[in-house]
């Protein structure tokens, strides 16, 4: 079984930058992919970017493609979120995710994560 803990969450003005990090405990990685999602008030959760764990190949959503950048850490079993330029629209709870990967997709749907970490909050003001 896969346990996920978030951080990094926390305030931040309008042009700043945060780094979420999801560290992961339980079993070896190598046939997994690792996704960050988010979900505002109100809304659906909506997939950011994902990365396969062995190859490390990435896929990202069109809304923060060029301003996110998704990462891994073998060694410290942590996959990051570098989050720049950040808008009041990317207000919401961030959420890291793991599913089994043995090929080059990277899932990009809630239903393909069956393993979800608590959430940490994001808050961007104008």
């Known amino acids: 079984q896969v346990n996920l803990i978030e951080s990094g969450g926390g305030s931040v003005q309008a042009g700043g930058s945060l780094r979420l990090s999801c560290v992961i405990s339980g079993r070896s990685l190598s046939n997994y992919a690792m996704g960050w999602f988010r979900q505002a008030p109100g809304k659906e959760r909506e997939f950011l970017a994902g990365?396969?764990?062995?190859?490390?190949?990435?896929y990202y959503s069109d809304s923060v493609k060029g301003r996110f950048t998704i990462s891994r850490d073998n060694p410290e079993n942590t996959v990051y979120l570098q989050m720049n330029s950040l808008k009041p629209d990317d207000t919401a709870d961030y959420y890291c995710?793991?599913?089994?990967?043995?090929?080059?997709?990277?899932?990009?749907?809630?239903?393909?994560?069956?393993?979800w970490g608590q959430g940490t909050q994001v808050t961007v003001s104008s």
């Open positions: 990365i396969r764990w062995s190859a490390g190949n990435t």
């Open positions: 995710a793991a599913a089994r990967s043995i090929t080059r997709y990277i899932p990009r749907n809630v239903y393909e994560y069956p393993t």
